[in-house]
């Protein structure tokens, strides 16, 4: 069964960085690209940005509110995905999933984030 | 980008009855080398995280019941629950992935008339 298992959230105050963490279990990690997707309380989905496989070097994609705040990685050894997020705005207060594929096939619970002085 | 449009915002509907939401695309998300629609529907239940439900516009994912179906190509799409049932309360969402940024829309939430 897949599982993805997200950490890390926090109240941090604007303007400060905070790290997510995906951990993976139930297929073979390596093989897939893995990503982010937020959600503020009580709106809708927003993608975040993904980060591909080895395969295809490990190449990454964000949504443009994050491009340049936000880095995605990996660690295939530990099968765990990472969302470094630097600069952080009010506007960046959400639940944010952990998601496998292009295709979103797969999610976690979420971890909340909130950003508030 | 590609914007994603909803409607309705919102329905309700008897239970058994049909249910349809429709999603447009600003451009279209049909890849002509396989002939691939990048078009995905998501179910999102109070307190859960989305479950995707449809890919390739009209694929369903194992263990969706067959109530749920996907229509449409290139930039007009149809999710359809044929008879309604008191589980399939829920917030649904469109989303392409065709291209990056991915996108979704901005849901519709169904309910028990």
């Known amino acids: 069964e897949v599982q993805l298992v997200e950490s890390g959230g926090d109240l941090v105050q604007p303007g400060r960085s905070l790290r997510l963490s995906c951990t993976a279990s139930?297929?073979?990690?390596?093989?897939?690209?893995m990503g982010w997707v937020r959600q503020a309380p009580g709106k809708g989905l927003e993608w975040v940005g993904f980060?591909?496989?080895?395969?295809?070097?490990?190449?990454?994609e964000y949504a443009t509110s994050v491009k340049g705040r936000f880095t995605i990685s990996r660690d295939d050894s530990k099968s765990i995905a990472y969302l470094q997020m630097n600069s952080l705005k009010t506007e960046d207060t959400a639940l944010y999933y952990c998601?496998?594929?292009?295709?979103?096939?797969?999610w976690g619970q979420g971890t909340l984030v909130t950003v508030s002085s | 980008d590609i914007v994603m449009t909803q409607s309705p915002d919102s329905l309700a509907v008897s239970l058994g009855e049909r249910a349809t939401i429709n999603c447009k695309s600003s451009?279209?998300?049909?890849?002509?080398?396989?002939?691939?629609?990048?078009l995905a529907w998501f179910q999102q239940k109070p307190g859960q995280p989305p479950k995707l439900l449809i890919y390739?516009?009209?694929t369903r994912e194992s263990g969706v019941p067959d109530r749920f179906s996907g229509s449409g190509s290139g930039t007009d799409f149809t999710l359809t629950i044929s008879s309604l049932q008191a589980e399939d309360v829920a917030v649904y969402y469109c989303?392409?992935?065709?291209?990056?940024?991915?996108?979704f829309g901005g849901g519709t939430k169904v309910e028990i008339k």
């Open positions: 998601t496998r594929d292009q295709q979103l096939d797969s």
């Open positions: 139930g297929f073979t990690f390596g093989d897939y690209a």
């Open positions: 980060i591909r496989s080895k395969a295809y070097d490990e190449t990454t």
């Open positions: 451009q279209s998300v049909l890849y002509s080398s396989n002939s691939k629609n990048y």
């Open positions: 390739w516009a009209s």
């Open positions: 989303q392409q992935y065709y291209t990056t940024p991915l996108t």
